[in-house]
C-alpha cells in the first residue's frame, strides 16, 4: 500500500502550537520566529483542507477538526521517538566485532585490545580470523583489518608506512623462509615455507632463517628481542588499513577504538 507523504514539519508545529495555544511560545519552543509557525500552519491548513486554529477574543483556540487529530499526532511522535532510541540502541553496545589476517591478531592487534578493554570493563571484543573481503552486515563487523593498498570502497585510516623488513637471529642462516605475500626475492631460500608472516617471523626466532614481513609485524618481536633487523627495508606499496563502510566507522565506539589503536 502506497504510504501517504506527511508534512512533518507542518505536524510538529501543530502540535506546539496545541499545547501552547499561541504561536509566539510554540515559536520559542521550535526556535523558530512566530511568523514562521503561522506559515507553517497555514501550509499545513492548506494541505489538509481544513482549519485548525480560530482566533477568540479569549485568544487561540483549536477547532474540532484540529482537536481531533491530536492524540493520533502524539502517539506517532511517541512512536517516532522510541523507533530513534531503538535504532540508536547499538550504539550504547560496546561490544565491538573485528576481523583481522591471524597473524595480524596474534602479532599487533590483540595486545592492543588487551590494553584498551582494561579502559572500560565493559567492552567486548569478538574477533573472526579473515584475510579476504568480508560483507560487513552479513557477518555483523564493526572493524575490520586488511594488508592492502589502500580501503577501497569503504572509509579507512593506514596504520603504518608500506614498509617490509627483513628479520633474524644473529648467525643465524641468511635464506629466507617463504610466505604467501612476501615481496622479496629468492622466497624459499631458507628452505621452508609458512602459511602467513606472522608465522615466518617465528621462524625467524627459531633460526630457521630470516624473514621479510610487514615492519608493523615485526614490531613487537624486535623489541622484545626474539628478532633483530637483518637487512634494508624492502619497497611496497602494501600496507595495513583499518577500514569500515561509512556508517560503522561513524559509530562512536569504532571512533574510540580506532582512536585507541592510531594513539
Known amino acids: 500500500m502506497k504510504r501517504t507523504h506527511l508534512p512533518l514539519n507542518g505536524l510538529r508545529v501543530l502540535d506546539a502550537a496545541a499545547r501552547h495555544l499561541s504561536f509566539t511560545r510554540a515559536a520559542d519552543e521550535l526556535a523558530v520566529t512566530p511568523a514562521a509557525v503561522g506559515q507553517q500552519i497555514r501550509a499545513l491548513e492548506d494541505t489538509l483542507g481544513v482549519v485548525l486554529f480560530r482566533r477568540t477574543a479569549k485568544g487561540?483556540?483549536?477547532?474540532?477538526?484540529?482537536?481531533?487529530?491530536?492524540?493520533?499526532?502524539?502517539?506517532?511522535?511517541?512512536?517516532?521517538?522510541?523507533?530513534?532510541h531503538a535504532m540508536q540502541a547499538g550504539q550504547s553496545s560496546k561490544t565491538l566485532t573485528i576481523a583481522a589476517p591471524r597473524d595480524f591478531t596474534a602479532k599487533w592487534l590483540a595486545p592492543r585490545l588487551a590494553a584498551y578493554g582494561k579502559s572500560d570493563p565493559e567492552l567486548r571484543f569478538i574477533l573472526i580470523a579473515a584475510d579476504e573481503?568480508?560483507?560487513?552486515?552479513?557477518?555483523?563487523?564493526?572493524?575490520?583489518?586488511?594488508?592492502?593498498?589502500?580501503?577501497g570502497d569503504h572509509e579507512g585510516l593506514q596504520l603504518a608506512?608500506?614498509?617490509?623488513?627483513?628479520?633474524?637471529?644473529?648467525?643465524?642462516?641468511?635464506?629466507?623462509?617463504g610466505w604467501p605475500g612476501?615481496?622479496?626475492?629468492?622466497?624459499?631460500?631458507?628452505?621452508?615455507?609458512?602459511?602467513?608472516?606472522?608465522?615466518?617471523?617465528?621462524?625467524?626466532?627459531?633460526?630457521?632463517?630470516?624473514?621479510?614481513?610487514?615492519?608493523?609485524?615485526a614490531e613487537g618481536d624486535v623489541a622484545a628481542g626474539r628478532v633483530e633487523l637483518a637487512g634494508a627495508a624492502v619497497?611496497?606499496?602494501l600496507a595495513y588499513w583499518l577500514i569500515a563502510p561509512l556508517p560503522q566507522w561513524r559509530q562512536k565506539k569504532v571512533k574510540a577504538l580506532v582512536a585507541a589503536l592510531t594513539a
Do not use: H, M, W, Y
Not at 161 to 177: C, Q, S
Open 60 to 84: 487561540l483556540e483549536l477547532t474540532p477538526e484540529g482537536e481531533a487529530g491530536l492524540d493520533a499526532l502524539r502517539k506517532g511522535f511517541l512512536q517516532f521517538e522510541e523507533a530513534v
Open 182 to 217: 612476501c615481496p622479496a626475492t629468492e622466497v624459499g631460500a631458507a628452505g621452508l615455507s609458512v602459511a602467513d608472516a606472522g608465522l615466518a617471523i617465528d621462524a625467524a626466532s627459531a633460526g630457521f632463517g630470516r624473514a621479510c614481513v610487514p615492519g608493523l609485524l
Open 161 to 177: 608506512d608500506p614498509a617490509f623488513v627483513i628479520v633474524g637471529t644473529a648467525g643465524g642462516p641468511e635464506g629466507l623462509i
Open 133 to 151: 573481503e568480508l560483507d560487513f552486515t552479513q557477518a555483523n563487523l564493526d572493524l575490520a583489518v586488511r594488508l592492502a593498498r589502500g580501503a
Open 235 to 237: 619497497a611496497s606499496d
